[in-house]
């Protein structure tokens, strides 16, 4: 699947069902040793245009549960970073 694509699918928190936002703005974590995807950096922004409330959601690449058509689900509670 490209980035394009993935981009434009919305984040949903399975344990508590809560939309965390679209990876649209989103920045992935890679391992520089073996270049794969360890995590991405989710912008969950709540408030002005300014973003001056925006808040960012560290999700690791083990916390996405399964890739829809349209949403990702993924379970936050699953593991810490």
Do not use: Q, Y
């Not at 974590?29 to 912008?43: D, R, W």
């Not at 709540?46 to 690791?60: D, F, I, M, V």
Request: hydrophobic share 40%.
């Amino acid at each position: 699947m490209r980035w394009s694509e993935f981009a434009v699918k919305e984040c949903v928190d399975v344990s508590n069902g809560e939309k965390l936002g679209s990876f649209a703005a989103a920045d992935m974590e890679f391992n520089p040793t073996t270049g794969k995807i360890e995590g991405i950096l989710l912008e969950t922004a709540r408030g002005t245009w300014l973003k001056k409330n925006a808040r960012h959601l560290a999700l690791s690449w083990a916390m996405i549960k399964k890739i829809g058509p349209e949403i990702v689900i993924v379970d936050t509670h699953s593991e810490k970073r």
